[in-house]
């Protein structure tokens, strides 16, 4: 049989490359290095100063609003959510995207993911930073947020663990801390990079600090790669947790249109479907302005647009049960919820979401949809409006016509209302600017990671670029090894090699050697190095492990503690010690302190930060964040033989051999 | 045995093919023990109708979710096109053959339908307003048509796949792999519209007063980990006989693994929103069904569920070491197979027991019967073709599958 499956996988058609353009990665380098240190082009001063502009309107407004009072928004009985809510909802939804692209795809090893995840988790991040303005602003008095700490306030009270609110507050504001943590993690590498690269001054400081001093090692790679899978388990819990918990702002409620069980699952996929199509939104301009064709091909538009069908069928199905269950179950209030919404003065917002999220979507189901920038780009627009109407929707409608006629009333938008939504797109899109012209806005470690010559067991093509450096290079070889500045003992022979087989060959040579204290530099994790360098399994699981039974365990006994013991105070009929009204803050500290468990574990195990080392020193180490791959040897090595392990390096086919001291 | 290795020029005989298990046993030992236990479930039925009727709507939806939870997870696979996942095809396949049977196994459900449903009795769907309201939907005829519909639904959409399947394994045809993912595509969304509404005709309108939207969901979630748990049983089964060397990898199984704990956790995330939105807004409507079973001794079976369904699996699946030892592996499926099982009891039987959990010998009679039938089916379904969907291009790849 393994004759027959061998004749018929040989005719399996092959796979094309996910980055076009017959990139390096060195051009990659280049490429995505240029967008942050090349000169501002003049495309990004008009955009942004449009931006700013909004962002002025919105913070002019969100003053006027905290100075004056909500009064000023069209907000009355009996609709007493309206804008202010359904933005953040609508934001929150956004962010969720990022977190998909980042954390759940990765789980599930979608290649394509590397081009898009660090500018779709930015989004991630300043999506959640508006949604975190509304929702502050909603307050009425915003400079009270505090009291939603859990510490005694001014009128010693704690605050109700029993409330959708707080649980709202324990979510939005981790979800924000590990996105945050998250991203920031991701950017370790490639600040390394921007750090190498910079000249010089103030900016190699700033990129150099940031970086905590990263350098490649292949050991701070195992740990690094074992963090990363540990926060994307933790972001995917933490991105269905969050929108599940804001559902629950309204699905614990009795209002009807609010209470339905189906809320959860279905506010996450909505969330998901909004961000991806906030995604196409922003990819698709930016990737003809910054020239990142190459990158962001047509293979990555077209898996969006099938996700966003997908989860736009999701969707189309909560709806769809919605309304079944508004006609089967018991409640006429909930039937004329949903009449009132189909025929009611805000039908038209109705059928806006229908018809934006329900039908157009499901023209992706033509490939010329799916692979036209400028048609999904106008299908991503219609689903972003259509879930703004979506939310308002759910928020409005279900609060406007009351359970009794006399209480009936109609919700209008102020102009304060009207400004501070653009305001939010403002801050929104200010902020996406700054981040392309300050932080490299694709994954360069992990777009390097799925080059086809990033796998050690392909066979470079010779690459013209250093081919008269690599000659000088080689010549260098043969000069004494020695040629640091002596200013302490040896700390290490460095070698450069050629690609990550070549590095990987040699690693296996030296150990084969007898040689132990071995590390290689190189910038991407190269796949079977741990097992070369003989590493045991990460130890990050375990800090991850304790910080989760430690978030648990603070989480739970704190508000045990608070609402049974401290402050009993009776809250909504619910009984004092809740243990089901706990859950979904015990459940966001203990995703919250397992991801500040695997950070805490990636740095203290490879001890970082470290801002020098002594293989800085290497004449041409700046390209270990590059394109280099080296291989040290420690002085500290029983097998050390300055003579004998600089001639092995070089037979190992290691270029530009030095002795680098402490 | 589907050989097809004579028909090929220049193909060796095919070994694995040669040694497709001769011991049929297992076939016979299951059908035996489906007309004994079917025999004794027969003469309950004529003793305690009613009991029967409820045994019988348990155990026939345990071993329709299993089908369907295959059927699912065979359609994701095609539709992903998930590489590593190639070499477990087949075998979801052969879960997903016992549905072709359901029709048949329908019968003696529609003959006690009054038995089962309130709105299915007339002198009630004539007077109480509620169920008079609903007759459109809920009345029996209406009800046996959905059903059949959905259950030849299911069957055809099986049938197509397996029929594909079994196309390659002889043509190695390229085109039947897009064939098969388009069928997936709409037949993805027929079942999960099918699986919703199944499961609302079947279970929750046990209770006709009782609606909660997100029911098909918690149903899909239950398939979906049940039928995994089937999945990695049986795979293990089959290593364990050594028909699956060099096939079906430690690595693979990992891989199943994890998932298992994914939808673990799914699992318990659906039945815990269901719980904690009913808990919190207290509608006296709704609660009254969770009340029932926090009641006398269905409260135990309740935590039982949490602790049983999740609690325990979770835990046992953290370790990386435990999803890569078949003992580990297979343990945690069979107790997430019990649990499921648990899992329809404790949504079906509080409608008949509302005071307290009384477990009945038809119970567990009724469940042999249909239970074996099922694995007859499969174990019979498992000596026709190959155990790797051979003539697929991707297989290569996926043989040589390996966890990073």
Known sequence: MNERIKEYGGAAPIEPSLIEGGHDFASLTDLVSGLVELPTPRWWWIIFSICAVLLVIGGLMSVYVISTGIGVWGMNSPVGWAFDITNFVFWVGIGHAGTLISAILFLFRQKWRSSLNRFAEAMTLFAVACAGLFVTIHLGRAWLFWYLIPAPNSISIYPNYRSALSWDFAAVATYATVSTMFWFYGLIPDLATLRDRAEGGIRRRIYGLLALGWRGSGRHWHNYESTYLMLAGLATALVVSVHTIVSFDFATSVIPGWHSTIFPPYFVTGAIFSGLSMVITLIVPLRVLCGLKDLVGPRHLEVLCKLILATGMLLSYG???????????????????????????????????????????????????????????????????GMWFERFVIVVTSLHRDYLPSSWGMFYPTWVDILLLIGGFGLFSTLFMLFIRLLPMVALSEVKAILPAANPHHSPAPNPRHETEEAEASRETSAPASAGVFDGPPHCALARFDGPGELLEAVKRLVAAGYRLLDTYSPFPIHGMEKALMLKRSKVPMFTLAGGIFGFTFAHSLQWYQSAVAYRLDAGGKPINSPEAFVPITFETMVLYAAFGAVAGMLLLNGLPRLYHPVFRGRSFTRATGDGFFLAVEARDPKFDQSATTALLAEAGGKEIELLHA | MIDTSPNRANSTPDPASITAPKASVFVWVFLASAVVAGGISAAGWSVEPRRFAFSYVIALTFVISMGVGSLAWLMILHVAGAVWSQVVRRLLENLTRPLAWNLLLFIPLAMNLSRLYVWADSSQRTTDPELMRKAIWLNPPLFDARSAFYLAAWSILAGLLCRGSTRQDTTGNHELIGRMRRTSMWGLILLGLTTSFFSFDWIMSLDPHWSSTIFGVYFWAGSLVGSLAALILLTLGLRASGKLDGLVTIEHMHELGKLLIGFVIFWAYIAFCQYLLIWYANFPEETRWYVIRRSGNWNELSWSLLFGHFVTPFFLLLPRANKRDPFWLGFIAILIIVFHYADLYWLVMPTLNTESFKPHWLDLSVAASLISFYCAIVAHACRTRPPVPIGDSRLTEALAFENP
Request: glycine share 4%.
């Open chain 1, 319 to 385: 709806y769809m049960i919605e309304l079944f269950n508004a006609w089967y179950g018991g409640s006429p209030m909930e039937r004329f919820v949903f009449y009132n919404r189909m025929t009611g003065p805000y039908a038209w917002c109705y059928w806006t979401m229908m018809v934006c999220n329900v039908f157009i979507p499901h023209l992706f189901w033509f490939r010329w949809f799916r692979t036209t920038p400028w048609a999904m780009f106008l299908v991503a627009i219609c689903v972003n409006v």
